[in-house]
């Protein structure tokens, strides 16, 4: 058996036992690169190193290095990056990412990312700061960083744009055209086709077929912005969506139909972001996706406080000065960047 690029080392049998099962998965599956033995395929070096990353990183102690260490294994061929793609996807659709947190050790050293020894102290420990990527954004098909945008072309020639700190799956096959927003928010310019093309975020999917939208999902409501052709709304919620409308998904919101602004829709393509009787609470998690560190509300019931206004990405400070001296709040910074709102 060849080792993995860094040693894999659980320090408790549960753990030990999700990595067995894991590698046992790997080596049953389908997709997997190798010949058989004895009926069973065995994985090969580049198998046995994406394994390796990615209990690396469900470890919870990876570091700014393993980061950047992983984005070169990567790109070092497309044979690197397909095997990593295929342990990351095995360790997520076999449920490996729900049974990880088996009573992890508490956080080490290796955790003071530069500057946040601070906050840790404070509390924050479970904070993202924007300095790793996430494991969403890592083991995603499409991604971006904080304060990072992308756009791409599918095959089919759709065309999507990510906003910053977003994490998009996507398969098209024969059969079908699907897509997950795992968290953040895109801008999808669906081609016309003979099957729809369906975006699953949360309970939530949505169906298109020769149509843009903008759709966000996170920690807030699920927002659906019809701005060309129509959508058709399905899961815990069926509607239906034409030019011009939208739909916000939450218990605090009336799930109806509702007429918008077209040209504010996905404001942030344009470098801004739009406000209209947002609570703070979804405004800080647009600034978080944005502005590298964390702004985090520490008062109950501040996040309902309501926040219009526009603001420009390229100068993510002002926005939280603004929003300090507009609703009278004070803040307190931490090392790392991290501004605590009470």
Not at 38 to 55: M, N
């Amino acid at each position: 058996m060849v080792s993995p690029v860094f040693p894999i080392s659980p320090i408790q049998a549960g753990e030990l036992r999700l990595n067995e099962r894991f590698l046992g998965a790997m080596e049953s599956g389908d997709d997997t690169v190798g010949g058989t033995n004895g009926g069973r395929r065995e994985l090969d070096a580049l198998q046995h190193e994406a394994i390796g990353w990615v209990t690396r990183l469900t470890s919870g102690e990876a570091t700014v290095e393993d980061a950047q260490q992983l984005q070169a294994w990567r790109g070092r061929s497309r044979a690197h990056e397909e095997a990593f793609r295929l342990a990351s996807q095995t360790w997520r659709h076999a449920g490996f990412a729900a049974s990880a947190n088996l009573r992890r050790p508490a956080p080490t050293r290796r955790l003071l990312l530069a500057g946040v020894g601070t906050a840790l102290a404070a509390g924050w420990a479970g904070v993202s700061l924007g300095l790793v990527p996430g494991l969403d954004q890592i083991m995603s098909d499409y991604a971006t960083g904080v304060g990072e945008q992308a756009r791409f072309a599918l095959p089919d020639g759709s065309m999507i744009h990510l906003d910053g700190a977003t994490a998009l799956d996507v398969e098209l096959t024969e059969d079908s055209r699907t897509a997950k927003l795992v968290n953040g928010a895109a801008a999808f310019d669906i081609a016309a086709g003979a099957l729809p093309f369906r975006v699953t975020a949360g309970p939530c999917v949505i169906s298109a077929n020769d149509a843009d939208f903008t759709l966000t999902a996170g920690s807030g409501p699920i927002r659906v912005e019809c701005t060309r052709g129509s959508l058709a709304i399905s899961g815990d919620v069926t509607a239906r969506l034409d030019a011009g409308e939208r739909i916000i998904l939450s218990p605090d919101h009336p799930t109806v139909v509702e007429p918008m602004n077209s040209t504010l829709a996905g404001a942030w393509r344009r470098g801004l972001l739009v406000f209209e009787n947002r609570p703070l609470a979804e405004v800080v998690d647009d600034i978080n996706r944005h502005r590298r560190g964390r702004v985090v509300l520490a008062r109950p019931g501040l996040g309902n406080r309501r926040v219009d206004g526009v603001f420009h990405l390229q100068r993510p400070e002002e926005i939280v000065d603004n929003l300090v001296a507009a609703l009278a709040l004070t803040e307190t910074r931490l090392p790392g960047n991290i501004v605590i709102l009470t």
